[in-house]
């Protein structure tokens, strides 16, 4: 397995909730690295995350200021620190490798958000908040 994703739960709105991806550390060392999520009849979005050369994390609109994506280089995990969840951002969350940032984007400039970038994909974990 590449990438792992864990974490979810039924959680409150207004609480925290971190989720984890555990990638190879090929992917991890050298890809540009996704959280993305989903829900049903809704096409997969992007939430957070880092270019291959880790220049900076890059969020969506709706989670920036709430949601915080870091990584742990020693354990080949990213993280997704969720707080003051809402309903709406209930969905099934997925943790995405990208293995052509490096060849489209060398200076790392920008973070990809489109989902047909990437091209190595975690199972998803699912996160409901109740309002």
């Known amino acids: 397995v590449q990438l792992q994703a864990s974490g979810g739960g039924l959680v409150q709105a207004g609480d925290s909730l971190t989720l984890s991806c555990a990638a190879s550390?090929?992917?991890?060392?050298?890809?540009?690295l996704g959280w993305f999520r989903q829900t049903p009849g809704k096409e997969r979005e992007f939430v957070a995350g880092?270019?291959?050369?880790?220049?900076?994390?890059y969020y969506a609109d709706p989670v920036r200021g709430r949601f915080t994506v870091s990584k742990d280089d020693a354990k080949n995990t990213m993280y997704l620190q969720m707080s003051t969840l809402k309903p709406e951002d209930s969905g099934v969350y997925y943790c995405?490798?990208?293995?052509?940032?490096?060849?489209?984007?060398?200076?790392?400039?920008?973070?990809?958000?489109?989902?047909?970038?990437?091209?190595?994909w975690g199972q998803g974990t699912q996160v409901t908040v109740s309002s």
């Open positions: 880092f270019n291959w050369r880790r220049s900076y994390p």
């Open positions: 550390e090929q992917l991890f060392s050298n890809y540009a």
């Open positions: 995405a490798a990208n293995s052509q940032d490096s060849r489209h984007n060398p200076l790392g400039l920008v973070v990809p958000t489109a989902n047909y970038e990437y091209d190595y």
